[in-house]
C-alpha cells in the first residue's frame, strides 16, 4: 500500500468516530476543483461512476512518465462522498500508475468509517476505486491486481 494512504489510514484509525467524521468533512473542502476542459464532458454525463448514488464524475490523464492525473466531480451538498473521493484523490494523484493496482478496495473499513457509511456508498467508493483500476489497465494494458 502506497505510503500516502498509510498515513490516512493511521490517522483515521487514531481517531474517535467524531473526529474521524470532521476529517472526512476536511476531505471534502479539499477536492480539487475540475479542471475547466472536463466540464462540458460533466455536464454532457461522461465520466459519470454509476454506481453511486450520488453524481460522481471521474477523469483520469496519464503522463508520459507513466503517472496518474486524478480529476473528480462531486456535489459539496455530499460532505461524505465527495471526503471519500478527495482521499482517493490524495492518495493516487501523482502515483505511477503500476503502483495503483495494489490499491485496497476495503477502503472505508481501513479507515474506520464502515460502521457509520452506508452500503451503498461504500459500493460507489468501491465502483470508484474499481474504475480507476479498469481505466488504467486499459490504457497501459496492465491488468488489475486480483483480490484488493
Not at 490516512?8 to 474521524?20: C, G, K, S, T
Request: charged share 20%; glycine share 4%.
Amino acid at each position: 500500500m502506497h505510503e500516502r494512504l498509510q498515513v490516512i489510514i493511521d490517522d483515521f484509525q487514531w481517531a474517535d468516530m467524531e473526529l474521524r467524521l470532521q476529517m472526512l468533512i476536511d476531505f471534502s473542502n479539499k477536492l480539487t476543483p475540475l479542471p475547466a476542459r472536463y466540464a462540458a464532458q460533466r455536464d454532457a454525463g461522461l465520466g459519470r461512476v454509476q454506481e453511486c448514488q450520488t453524481p460522481v464524475f471521474i477523469y483520469l490523464e496519464i503522463t508520459p512518465d507513466q503517472k496518474l492525473l486524478f480529476h473528480a466531480d462531486v456535489a459539496p451538498e455530499a460532505p461524505t462522498i465527495r471526503g471519500l473521493v478527495s482521499i482517493i484523490q490524495h492518495v493516487v494523484h501523482g502515483l505511477p500508475v503500476a503502483s495503483i493496482r495494489d490499491l485496497p478496495n476495503d477502503l472505508i473499513a481501513r479507515l474506520g468509517l464502515d460502521t457509520v457509511i452506508r452500503m451503498n456508498r461504500a459500493l460507489g467508493v468501491t465502483a470508484v476505486l474499481n474504475r480507476i483500476k479498469q481505466q488504467i489497465a486499459s490504457a497501459t494494458a496492465l491488468k488489475p491486481s486480483e483480490g484488493t
